[in-house]
Structure formats: structure tokens, C-alpha cells
């Protein structure tokens, strides 16, 4: 795990700001009839938000909370990176769209919300299909954009309707780089998939794997508390999970809109990536 020191900290909250400052005063604009834009600085907002939210949470003293979260930058960069390989447009509307059908789940699930508790019935709110699509004034075109994903609850964004192949976050990764090359062969993100994501995910699931700091032992005073000596390290991997993803991110996202990564943002993000790796 990356050892962290408190100038880690102080780097990655100024980097994280700095960041969302820059962004906020070029005033950005998303061409017109262009989707992937939107979708694209949809993606980057989000980014720095979770940036910002993790560096708080690592500062208040909550490193595996701020683990977990960082979760979400390898996420969003896993979709970034699918959306920007290829058919950008169509695959930035596949992710749009997809809260039409999400929309429509929530839906179905209002409909056939029962309880076998008699008590919570009577809490439940009772809605017919047509009060719902009163409640939804686009539903007609939500109907729509759902029937282009599979009726599956588990359906991923990225798989369509009419497809034979399953498609997950796995898959996301896994696709041969359109752009980067090592040794004349396209790279893959396996390891972001198979290590960082998969070890997030267990912080951000509450399993097992990730109670070991809190478990109490039977001569031990049940405290709620995160005991260090059994999670060393995990605040430095978390700020070295923030650092490598917004710069993932912000490098993929750049040439989609015309431009290149700017140094101002890109090299203090580098400086403390190269820093904690010598350490």
C-alpha cells in the first residue's frame, strides 16, 4: 500500500481544487446535437465531486470510507474509456438513455411494491399505472428509449436490446484500446478491472474482506472505531487511487473536446503519483 504523508494530502486537496476551478472558468460549452459532450462532461463534473469528496473523507480520518468511494473514479473512468474508444456517439447515447429505463424499473417496482408486513401496506403508497405516468411527463418517450435495453434488471448500460452478448463492467475494460499501443498490441485496463475495482468493491459492499480493522476480539471493549495496525496504508492507496483516476480521466477527456490536457492540471497530479510510488 502507498505510505501516506501529510503533504500527500495537502498536494491532492489543492490539486483536486484546483482542478475544479480551472474547469468551472473556461466556461465550457457542448456543441450542439452532440451527446457525447454532455455525457463526457457529465462524467468529468462527477469526478470531482468523488475527487473532492474523498480527500474530505481522508481528512476527517475516514481512509477506508475514502477507499471505497474512490471506487467510483475507476468507474467513471471505465466508462469514459469505452465511450472515447470507439463509436463515441453511439455509445454516449447508450449511457444517456439509460435512465429512460431505469425510470421505467422504478416504475414497475412502485406497481408490485408489497410487504408482508400489514402495517408497512398501509404506509406504502398506492398508485395505479395511469397516476404514474401523470407523475412522468416524458413517459411516452421513456417507454421509448427503454425498449433499446434488454427487459433484464441486471441489463448493463452498455448492452443493447438486440444484442446476443452479455455486457458488465468487465466488459468496459476489457475492449482493446483503440488509441494506445504497448509492444505493437493494444492495451487493455485488466488490471484496473481485476485488481483496484475488484478491491474497492469490497469496501464498498461492506464484505468481510474489509472488517478486518473493525472486528472486536473477545478480550476487547466493543468500540466503534478502525483499528490502524490492521489497515496500514489504506489512506495513501485511496489518495493514490484519486490522483491516478482523475488523471485518467482528465487525459481521456480532454481530446474528445478539442484540446489537450493542460500541464497546470496534469503535473501536480503526476508529481504526487511519482512521489508516492518512490516512497
Known sequence: MAKLKPR??????????KIRLFLNKKRY????????????????????KVAQAAVCLVDAGLPEEAFGLSRTLVEIALSL????????????????????????????RMLDLKSPDQQAQQQQPK??????????????????LARRFPKSPSAHWSEVR?????????????EADGHEKLN?????????YEWIYAWTSQYVHATAACMESHFTGPSEVFR????????RGIDGTAVFNIALYLYKILKMAFPVIGESFPEKLSTPLERILTEMVKE
Open 29 to 48: 460549452h457542448p456543441r450542439r446535437n452532440v451527446l457525447s459532450d454532455m455525457v463526457i462532461f457529465g462524467l468529468v463534473s462527477k469526478a470531482v
Open 8 to 17: 500527500h494530502k495537502r498536494d491532492i486537496r489543492v490539486a483536486v481544487g
Open 81 to 108: 474509456r469505452f465511450i472515447t474508444n470507439r463509436y463515441t456517439e453511439r455509445r454516449a447515447r447508450r449511457f444517456a438513455f439509460y435512465v429512460a429505463k431505469w425510470k421505467m424499473q422504478m416504475m414497475r
Open 224 to 231: 466503534v472505531h478502525v483499528a490502524p495496525d490492521r489497515n
Open 127 to 144: 398508485y395505479t399505472k395511469a397516476q404514474l405516468r401523470k407523475l412522468m411527463p416524458d413517459y411516452k418517450l421513456m417507454v421509448k
Open 184 to 192: 505493437g498490441k493494444p492495451i487493455d485496463w485488466a488490471f484496473d
Open 162 to 174: 438486440r444484442g446476443t452478448r452479455r455486457s458488465n463492467t468487465r466488459t468496459l475494460a476489457f
